[in-house]
Structures are given as structure tokens and as C-alpha cells.
């Protein structure tokens, strides 16, 4: 059986056959390595066993908190779509720009599938898959969309609970143009610690709006979490104030 090519999406059907036939996504792998890292496929089982598993950003914050490397290979509409993040050199490989796909897709994003990486990074040493130059880019990006844009629409678990948040300081990597409730939501960050509760009763925002704009700066080590601070609070629940739309860029 071929595996597929870095450059193309697969349709779910074809990614379902060949996984059946062969045990595996179909792509490409490396030597003998088979298993994800033991501390991330200690996540994995937890959100298993929580019946999380398919969520996306849970995954990849999973890969960030580790500073693991893994193929994740989306469900995109009718499509698989493969990212393989470097976590360490900050970069992923990936078809195309994940971050130019459509809302619509990006809504209900999922993972269908785990693998340990199926290209190494660039400037390996072993240049044996190493792929084109072009398939690589920023991480930090992606980051910030898959929380402003994906699915999920709730506080990630590590940093959910009783907590206040506050915006670390110095240069936040991947920074969109935040406009509106947002950018005023993260300037006042700068100069505060605040609850969810708190950051979803500011003006323009909703509890949606606030746990994606945490969710995004937590994922790019931006986030200060205190669970002892003078402003913590337990999380609301979803039905508090609304859950307002898709935050814009």
C-alpha cells in the first residue's frame, strides 16, 4: 500500500481504507519509532477516557505542554488533513495553510487520528524526510487560530477551574491584529489579573470570547494562571451571560 503523499488531502474514505488494511494512517513513517512519547500518550488516554479525544486543540495543547512532536491528522469537512507539530523548533509541516481554511471547516474539526511524526524537522541531520521547504511554517500562527477558530469553545482543562489570568509580559509570537473586545480585552490583561467570570463581563465579550482568547494565549506561553490570587474564581458555567459568536481577528 502507498502512502500518501505530503501534499495532498486525503478524502475520509480513503484515510478509513487503508487504515483498516494497514493498522495506520498511511503516512510515511520513521525507523522503528511506532509509539507517541509515554508523557503524551498519558494525555491521550486521559482524554479517552473523558471522551475528548477528537478534540483538536486539547490534543495539540497536550503536544505543547509535553514539548512533544506528533503527527495530528484532522478531520476537515470531507477531508484528512495532516499536521505534524515541532513543537521545540516551533514550526509545523502541513499540505497547505491551515490557517487560510474556511471557517465553515474549521468549526468542526477533529482528530481522527495520533501518530508519532512522519518527516522530521528541518535542518535534521538525517535529511531522509526532510520535506519541502515550503510545507513548514510558524507554529505561533496556528495556534492562535486553531483557539480563535476551532471547535472548541470552552476553557482547556489545564487552565479551567478556579483561577485568575493575567497576560505575561514581553513579545507574544503570532500575534493576529486583535480589533475590537478582543484587543481591549487583551490590553487590559496587561495590567490586571481576572477570572473568566470577570473577562466575559467586559464590554464586547462573552464567555466563548474569553475562553478562546485564554485557550490562544496559553498555547503560546502568554498566560499567567494563579489559583490563589485575590481575583480567582471558579469557572461559570456554559449557559453564563450567553455564549456570544466566533470571535473575530
Not at 485575590?230 to 450567553?242: D, L, N, Q, T, V
Request: proline share 6%.
Amino acid at each position: 500500500m502507498k502512502d500518501f503523499d505530503d501534499s495532498t488531502l486525503w478524502r475520509v474514505s480513503a484515510f478509513e481504507r487503508v487504515r483498516r488494511e494497514t493498522g495506520g494512517s498511511g503516512f510515511m513513517r520513521l525507523g522503528n519509532e511506532t509509539v507517541l512519547p509515554t508523557t503524551l500518550l498519558g494525555d491521550i488516554r486521559k482524554l479517552e477516557r473523558s471522551g475528548q479525544a477528537s478534540d483538536a486543540l486539547e490534543l495539540v495543547a497536550a503536544c505543547v505542554r509535553h514539548q512533544e512532536s506528533a503527527l495530528l491528522c484532522l478531520q476537515y469537512e470531507e477531508v484528512v488533513w495532516p499536521i505534524t507539530l515541532f513543537v521545540r523548533q516551533k514550526v509545523y509541516h502541513s499540505p497547505r495553510d491551515m490557517t487560510e481554511a474556511a471557517d465553515t471547516g474549521m468549526a468542526t474539526l477533529k482528530v481522527v487520528a495520533a501518530e508519532p511524526p512522519g518527516v522530521r524537522v528541518p535542518g535534521h541531520w538525517m535529511t531522509e524526510r526532510v520535506a519541502a521547504a515550503e510545507l513548514y511554517r510558524p507554529m505561533a500562527p496556528l495556534l492562535w487560530d486553531l483557539a480563535l477558530r476551532g471547535p472548541r469553545r470552552t476553557l482547556l482543562t489545564e487552565i479551567g477551574g478556579t483561577a485568575a489570568y493575567r497576560l505575561l509580559q514581553g513579545r507574544i509570537e503570532g500575534r493576529p491584529q486583535l480589533a475590537g473586545a478582543l484587543g481591549s480585552a487583551m490590553d487590559r490583561l496587561h495590567r490586571e489579573s481576572a477570572s473568566l467570570r470577570d473577562i466575559a463581563s467586559w464590554p464586547g465579550m462573552s464567555l466563548e470570547r474569553a475562553s478562546r482568547l485564554l485557550n490562544a494565549l496559553y498555547l503560546n506561553s502568554a498566560l499567567m494562571v494563579t489559583r490563589a490570587h485575590p481575583a480567582a474564581r471558579p469557572e461559570p458555567k456554559s449557559g453564563f451571560m450567553g455564549l456570544g459568536g466566533k470571535p473575530k481577528k
